[in-house]
């Protein structure tokens, strides 16, 4: 089975239980970004992130034995979320291992969506060996947040959407910034894109000092960031473009962004005040980039995955002062 | 032609002009609600409220002679940036009619969708002598926010998709809370559902103190409010319901929901948290009847329409105040 027709099939077994999200469009921010922008929103999709199609995909696809035992997952932050709640709803149980320190809100809700949590300390405990030793003795399903196949053609059904709804808007020659952290979102859309849409181009956007894929993609080789927290993006802060996803990127993407945490903020703040959406910093960088990239971009048209609105009301209170 | 027939007619037209909103769901607001909770983001729609529907509709509905002398419209919010962009994107031009002290931004929105914006000394002037002068000496046409039967049937589209989406949903009992001013909106989605789906029944919200509806339907005769301001739901603040509209809510709706503005700015927390959208106070009192009057709603289920999402970032960052 090619990657192509494991995303179809993960359409499929997606349908009726992953929200369509629509484009939204706004003529303030064509204004600003210098062409058409169509924005599809995946802050919309259920638990606030494209992470829940990923989850479904890899869930759908488990067998009934391993089903039965379950899944685990580590993960602090919207891919916990997603797992936790396409599990509850599948009847299969999820671990979700999370450290001490995490939001209380964010723990409360994971919990909330279902999953059993296991809290680590960050600095006395190894997140890994705890999870495999409760993956042995329980036989769990470890669900990988990128590096995993069924879960990149997960994320890759957002490119059959985008493909589909890009032409009915009569675009099919255009850049697809997306924002990137491993890689599963932007090497499954790619896949789509290659068949259904081979006009419109994937290209990875991220936060200025972790641009770990944007420095891969140029160099031709993986790159790693020299840190992995420290910025407000802190959804798409990864050590390095993954193992499965890279040569996908590298084969299919165009060349990378990098925006600065003020601009994050200030895509924030537009997204608000003109589509009426809410992003976290980490969702918002591919709008950042078509904002203030523009130079960067080819086209009359550029198409815009505004990837997670999970963000602390504190965050979106500073970043709504860029209105002010 | 009757009214459900001119909702069709405009349905047509509005195609692919006006967004299809989805529906959005969240385990955490059900829990709340006691019930299953359907959204109806309106505030998703261009220009951020379902005012853009009933302004296509009257603008479309134009002959070719109206439609070259251009309309006007009197209006501080929601309906003047529904009028300025429909007409823009007729090629027709448009007057509105806005007080001088009108909030700077809302005034340069108006203006860059591509209205002329005549403003006026609320305390001197009389906006309807400088309508009715301007409307005879260019000869434009008015179209007024809610009782006029092209914009009632354009916001009628709205309970058409609703029929349909909340059909696909499997509910097809239930109340529909909906956020009333004038009651265009309710008025035109109670027509639609009585025809589309029977067992869907609109029910008007509105802020306490300004309940001219609530009343109205209780009494069974139109009932005045003692203001039409000094409340933060500022978008659904009316003297009283339409001429036209309300014998249709009489005939069709069930009895009102009323809310304070301390529930209204909850319930714009809790959209933002969990649905990821941006609400005015005045388009989630549907959300906040939904979630606070529980034991005046029947059935396992509760679609809200959730209107509006033109709101000041600094009323905004008040709503969030209730997450903390």
Known sequence: MSTLDMIEAAAIRLNG???????????FLDEIAGRRV??????????????FRGAWSAISALDDAAGKRGVIAFSSGNHAQGVAY???QHG????????SDAPKLKIDNTRALGAEVV?????KESREEIGEALASERGLTLIRPYDEPQVIAGQGTTGLEIARQAKDLGV???????CCGGGGLTSGIALALEEHAPGLRARPCEPEGFD?????????????NNATSGNICDAILTPQPGQITFPILKRLCGPGFSVSEQEAMHAVALAFLRLKIVLEPGGAVSLASALFRKDEIE??????????????????RQALEFLT
Chains 1, 2 share one sequence.
């Open 38 to 51: 169509l924005i599809k929103p995946e802050c919309l999709q259920h638990t606030g992130s494209f992470k």
């Open 212 to 224: 770990d894929v944007k420095r891969s993609l140029a160099s031709g080789s993986i790159q790693n």
């Open 172 to 178: 099919t020659e255009a850049d697809v910034l997306i």
């Open 119 to 123: 809290l680590y300390d960050r600095a």
């Open 92 to 99: 299969v149980s999820s671990v979700i291992i999370m450290p």
């Open 299 to 316: 086209g009359d048209a550029v198409v815009v995955v505004a990837s997670g609105g999970n963000v602390d009301p504190q965050v979106f």
């Open 86 to 88: 396409a599990a509850a």
């Open 17 to 27: 239980h992953v929200r369509e999200t629509p484009i939204l469009t706004s003529p």
